[in-house]
């Protein structure tokens, strides 16, 4: 079985940073892309951010230049450094990977989310 578990989420000020991170852990093979999505009230749930196992970074328009996806790989770890926030980055943060487990089945692990929120 396959788990991954996000930390870091909470209230920050308009400008202020966070740092999110996603651990997998189980019976896993292979960790093939990672990557970060959020939904915000009464929007669909879009991509942030994602990273390849070799280290290639996509990221949506609305967050380049302030948001920073890295992995390290020893740790089954993704993170997401989110600065100069905006109270419309606040939304509730959703760690995505692409798995192969030891019972050779590769799919989609989605992390139980963590609530982001920008606020003065």
């Known amino acids: 079985q396959v788990q991954l578990v996000e930390s870091g989420g909470g209230l920050v000020q308009p400008g202020g940073s966070l740092r999110l991170s996603c651990a997998a852990s189980?019976?896993?093979?292979?960790?093939?892309?990672m990557g970060w999505y959020r939904q915000a009230p009464g929007k669909q749930r879009e991509l942030v951010a994602v990273i390849t196992s070799g280290g290639s970074t996509n990221y949506a328009d609305s967050v380049k230049g302030r948001f920073t996806i890295s992995r390290d790989n020893a740790k089954n770890t993704v993170y997401l450094q989110m600065n100069s926030l905006k109270p419309e980055d606040t939304a509730v943060y959703y760690c995505?990977?692409?798995?192969?487990?030891?019972?050779?089945?590769?799919?989609?692990?989605w992390g139980q989310g963590t609530q982001v929120t920008v606020s003065s």
């Open positions: 189980g019976s896993i093979v292979s960790i093939y892309a």
């Open positions: 995505n990977a692409d798995i192969r487990g030891v019972n050779r089945v590769r799919g989609g692990y």
